[in-house]
T-cell receptor
Framework: QKEVEQNSGPLSVPEGAIASLNCTYS??????FFWYRQYSGKSPELIMS????GDKEDGRFTAQLNKASQYVSLLIRDSQPSDSATYLC????????????FGSGTRLLVRP | GAVVSQHPSWVICKSGTSVKIECRSL??????MFWYRQFPKQSLMLMAT?????????EQGVEKDKFLINHASLTLSTLTVTSAHPEDSSFYIC????????????FGPGTRLTVL
């Protein structure tokens, strides 16, 4: 079992729709959860971090965390073509909390 | 956050040569920097953790003698790929911990290495 799992996609949504990206993790001891956006050929960019159960909103982005289910998600409201990218879920590691374990990413395509 | 630069942004070299990649933290002093590698259509894999003034900590399976890391100052870490081979061709990215939460990482723009 991979430590951080994501559906590779692509997830295709029309412009203006809500995109829902999901991630599960295996280590119940993880405390920090992050979503990064990576455009093709570029490095990852941190867009959201979440540490407590529940929702955290930042502009069009909402991160949701459920530690009991070991599940973290990212909602993108009013999706724009410029949101088309790969979204990486990252969780702090088992042995050293400062290390991040990345999922393989979900590719999002927003259709104009 | 943190502002991170890398140099060069891309490099092409012949098999058997060594390549040095620099990672700089531009807006604050970074005690810890991280080096990742990303192959096409794959996720980021942590190679090593670079600590200022001490030896780097390498992840399992990463050859210390092949990937030399030097963190000589609080703003600069270097990764040297020694005797590079075509299988070392990859996207190498460094990151630093942010000034806010210590567990947030901010990435440099990356260095694309192609070994012929």
């Amino acid at each position: 079992q991979k430590e951080v799992e994501q559906n590779s996609g692509p997830l295709s949504v029309p412009e203006g729709a809500i995109a829902s990206l999901n991630c599960t993790y295996s280590d119940r001891g993880s405390q920090s959860f992050f979503w990064y956006r990576q455009y093709s050929g570029k490095s990852p960019e941190l867009i959201m971090s979440i540490y407590s159960n529940g929702d955290k909103e930042d502009g069009r982005f909402t991160a949701q965390l459920n530690k009991a289910s070991q599940y973290v998600s990212l909602l993108i409201r009013d999706s724009q073509p410029s949101d088309s990218a790969t979204y990486l879920c990252a969780v702090n590691g088992r042995d050293s909390s400062y290390k991040l374990i990345f999922g393989s990413g979900t590719r999002l395509l927003v259709r104009p | 956050g943190a502002v991170v630069s890398q140099h060069p942004s891309w490099v092409i070299c012949k098999s058997g040569t060594s390549v040095k990649i620099e990672c700089r933290s531009l807006d604050f002093q970074a005690t810890t920097m991280f080096w990742y590698r990303q192959f096409p259509k794959q996720s980021l894999m942590l190679m090593a953790t670079s600590n200022e003034g001490s030896k780097a900590t390498y992840e399992q399976g990463v050859e210390k003698d092949k990937f030399l890391i030097n963190h000589a100052s609080l703003t600069l870490s270097t990764l040297t790929v020694t005797s590079a081979h075509p299988e070392d061709s990859s996207f190498y990215i460094c990151s630093v911990e942010g000034q806010g939460r210590w567990d947030e990482q901010f990435f440099g723009p990356g260095t694309r290495l192609t070994v012929l």
